[in-house]
């Protein structure tokens, strides 16, 4: 017999969260252009539009974050592994630092999606000087 075989598998999900700093224009308001970050990153990062097995790149979310008016450059940005179902999140730890080469975050070989699970809480943000 010949025949086809498709073999459907649950991807882990493997919750993030992301901390970033900013330089901004003198001008500028802070607290705006922190709020303004922090709303880009989580329509980046919409559920809906993260697909399995998609890598983070990091130069990108510092691109979008440059974008942000009032920002004069990135200073740091950190992937940080969410973990733990007493905490609300999965149970899948991950380690963001032996999966990021090249300042990409690749996901596993099994399939996998990342997800910011709590948005308004597991990004932040702030402003530092040189």
């Not at 073999?7 to 970033?20: L, P, Q, S, T």
């Not at 990108?60 to 450059?73: A, F, K, M, P, W």
């Not at 099994?110 to 402003?127: H, L, S, Y």
């Amino acid at each position: 017999m010949v025949g086809d075989v498709i073999n459907i598998k649950d991807a882990y999900i493997v919750n993030i969260g992301i901390e970033f700093e900013v330089i901004t224009d003198i001008e500028s308001n802070n607290n705006d252009v922190i709020r303004n970050c922090i709303s880009s990153l989580q329509a980046f990062f919409d559920i809906d539009l993260m697909t399995i097995n998609k890598p983070i790149v990091l130069k990108t979310l510092e691109g979008l974050l440059d974008n942000i008016i009032g920002v004069q450059t990135v200073k740091q940005i950190n992937i940080i592994n969410k973990v733990g179902e007493n905490k609300g999140y999965s149970k899948y730890a991950y380690d963001i630092n032996g999966a990021t080469q090249n300042r990409v975050v690749y996901p596993s070989l099994d399939p996998m999606v990342f997800e910011i699970k709590n948005p308004n809480q597991d990004i932040t943000g702030r402003v530092v000087t040189l």
